[in-house]
């Protein structure tokens, strides 16, 4: 991201992410994939004011993307189309909830619950 995480909040909301160059390099994909599976809503893709794609790295897990991340992000949309929205979902801390940000339940193979959230949130 542009800037350090004390001009721009959201480089600490969102976290370390991927270039679309970088992505596809750790998926092993094509830049065309990466882009084309970001449209899909099968990778979070971010788009930042200067036009650069960015994809946060939490939604990796040991080299592949978390499983279930599509079906939250499909929820997530029908509440708003912000993707800065959903971003901050995911990666938010929780304080006092088990697990402490909402992606872990996805890494924890907890996407009925993981889901349930996304509802709750989206329509509320």
Request: hydrophobic share 40%; glycine share 8%.
């Amino acid at each position: 991201m542009t800037g350090d995480a004390q001009s721009n909040p959201w480089a600490e909301i969102v976290g370390p992410c991927y270039t679309v160059t970088s992505m596809a390099r750790t998926l092993g994909w094509t830049e065309n994939e990466v882009v084309e599976a970001g449209d899909q809503l099968r990778l979070l893709m971010l788009r930042t004011d200067d036009d650069v794609l960015l994809f946060p790295a939490y939604q990796l897990h040991d080299g592949k993307i978390v499983e279930g991340l599509q079906d939250i992000l499909l929820v997530l949309q029908t509440g708003t189309a912000g993707r800065w929205t959903w971003a901050q979902w995911l990666n938010v801390p929780l304080p006092d909830h088990d697990p402490p940000r909402n992606i872990q339940l996805l890494i924890d193979g907890r996407l009925d619950e993981a889901i349930r959230e996304a509802e709750h949130d989206a329509w509320s």
